[in-house]
């Protein structure tokens, strides 16, 4: 079973080498591929020095954000299974090797790593947390981290689906996608640990993806 990394980057030159280093020393099959969202530092340059071979990288040539970086890297992926890692190093990439127990084991195509919101600034955690639960509310699911970078799929699941959102909205519309196509969600914890410098602003991007889930579930 091969894994495909999608890695959106945009102005991570601090951290892009050490997690793509993380992600390349994760023991399963994989692809790592960078989308290079038009960053205006050193990225470019940090990604070309990491030392870590086969790394796929596609750069537009306009920042158009994290949800039309997500797209672009599903268009290159080869892999029978498909996660998200952000370019930061909030996440640990160890975590996928469970993540990927439930795939392997046919229990569920999808698999969700859940996160304990503690080490968040307090408005982000308000946000986050009313977020997912109102995605439980509007789409009568059980989700305990709706916004997680970590969603873990078949490839297979999105085959013929068309994807759209550009911005962060991305995690709205792939986890309505999941529950529309009735795909079973098995939820694990990971390791966290959330960065000071965030470029998801909750007072610009909260309200963008509650009218994307208002959206996605009534169809306006």
Not at 28 to 53: F, L, N
Not at 108 to 137: H, M
Request: proline content about 4%; glycine content about 6%; some cysteine.
């Amino acid at each position: 079973m091969k894994l495909s990394v999608i890695v959106p980057a945009f102005n991570e030159a601090p951290t892009i080498a050490a997690v793509l280093r993380r992600v390349a020393a994760v023991d399963v099959a994989k692809e790592i591929i960078v989308v290079d969202d038009s960053s205006t530092d050193a990225t470019a340059t940090e990604i070309a020095g990491a030392g870590v071979p086969d790394v796929k990288v596609i750069r537009h040539r306009v920042n158009r954000g994290k949800g039309a970086a997500v797209r672009t890297g599903l268009a290159h992926v080869t892999g029978d299974v498909v996660v998200i890692q952000d370019g930061d190093l909030e996440y640990d990439p160890q975590d996928f090797v469970r993540l990927l127990g439930p795939i392997a084991s046919g229990e569920a195509r999808v698999v969700y790593g859940y996160r304990d919101l503690a080490s968040q600034v307090f408005f982000n955690r308000l946000g986050n947390r009313f977020l997912t639960l109102l995605t439980n509310l509007l789409f009568g699911v059980a989700l305990r981290d709706m916004e997680t970078c970590y969603k873990m799929w078949r490839r297979e699941v999105l085959e013929g689906v068309t994807l759209r959102a550009s911005a962060f909205d991305i995690e709205v519309e792939l986890t309505a996608t999941f529950i529309r196509l009735r795909e079973r969600i098995v939820q694990l914890p990971i390791t966290y640990q959330a960065r000071e410098a965030k470029k998801l602003q909750p007072w610009r991007d909260g309200p963008q993806a509650l009218v994307k889930l208002l959206r996605y579930r009534f169809g306006f």
